[in-house]
């Protein structure tokens, strides 16, 4: 049955076919009226404020799709800084405290670039490296990959500053989005672990909807660990939540504290077993 349909399909004028043809009418007034356009390829209309759901299928689809022609089954998410300079750019940083961040991304490089490696050994379909796209830490995390000769994904977003695709992203692996709510979704949808370095509001941001999903059980647990004890002992007081009762102690657990890229290798290799479903 499936097969009838798809010969029935292509039996059919496709959109693309009928596309050509409307725009290689003669000019009148009719067919150069707006609502005369094929609704598909009308712009102006995709773009209204009643079409948002319509927007909305699409930065779920487009991403999808082209991931799934890709064979990736699999991601190693990266969340991280955008202003956190690369180590040869420090004398450039724009605050003093980012220069004293750098080591952070030649730390997510090394660790990119290792679960590059494995991933390629595997078959290089697993276990592929996602981050914003951007620079800072998504850059050392593209580039870490680039230089094992692996792929990577950035998922870049609309935003009125630092954020530009990076030189590193795989170009067929790299999307442009609008919608936050479908960016997200795209960072966890594949993620096998999630890997948290020193950054602002985006990158909390970021950690505590992944986390809040995890604790909820909406879903799975993965590994999920923090670059630099310091940095996240000194802008979240962990304990206090627990303490104060608005999150569970063993929701402590949720995550592990990393320093290095070894150091992370060994605690994804370490993460407990996810429990079969009953």
Not at 76 to 93: C, D, S
Not at 215 to 242: D, K
């Amino acid at each position: 049955m499936k097969d009838d349909r798809r010969r029935h399909r292509h039996q059919m004028r496709d959109s693309v076919q009928d596309m050509a043809r409307a725009v290689a009418i003669p000019e009148t007034a009719q067919s150069r009226s707006p609502t005369y356009r094929l609704a598909f390829s009308d712009q102006d209309f995709l773009l209204r404020e009643e079409l948002r759901p319509v927007r909305l299928q699409l930065e779920l689809l487009k991403p999808q799709m082209a991931l799934d022609e890709a064979g990736i089954v699999s991601t190693v998410v990266m969340f991280g800084g955008a202003r956190i300079p690369a180590p040869e750019h420090v004398a450039a940083a724009r605050h003093p405290g980012l220069a004293a961040l750098s080591p952070f991304y030649a730390e997510a490089q090394d660790f990119a670039y290792r679960v590059t490696r494995r991933s390629i050994g595997n078959g290089g379909q697993s276990q592929v490296i996602c981050t914003g796209g951007g620079p800072g830490v998504m850059e050392a995390g593209n580039r870490g990959a680039a230089a094992a000769g692996g792929r990577s994904i950035g998922l870049n977003i609309v935003l009125p500053h630092e954020q530009v695709p990076n030189p590193y992203v795989t170009p067929e692996l790299c999307f442009n989005f609008h919608y936050f709510a479908m960016r997200k979704m795209h960072f966890l949808m594949r993620a096998k672990a999630i890997c948290v370095f020193p950054g602002g509001f985006g990158t909390m941001d970021e950690m505590f909807e992944a986390l809040t999903l995890i604790q909820t059980g909406r879903m799975e647990r993965v590994p999920f660990l923090l670059f630099g004890r310091a940095f996240w002992e000194g802008v979240i007081n962990w304990q206090a939540l627990a303490e104060a009762g608005t999150i569970s102690p063993g929701d402590l657990d949720l995550f592990r504290t990393v320093e290095t890229a070894e150091e992370a290798i060994a605690a994804m290799d370490s993460w407990p077993a996810q429990p079969a479903p009953a």
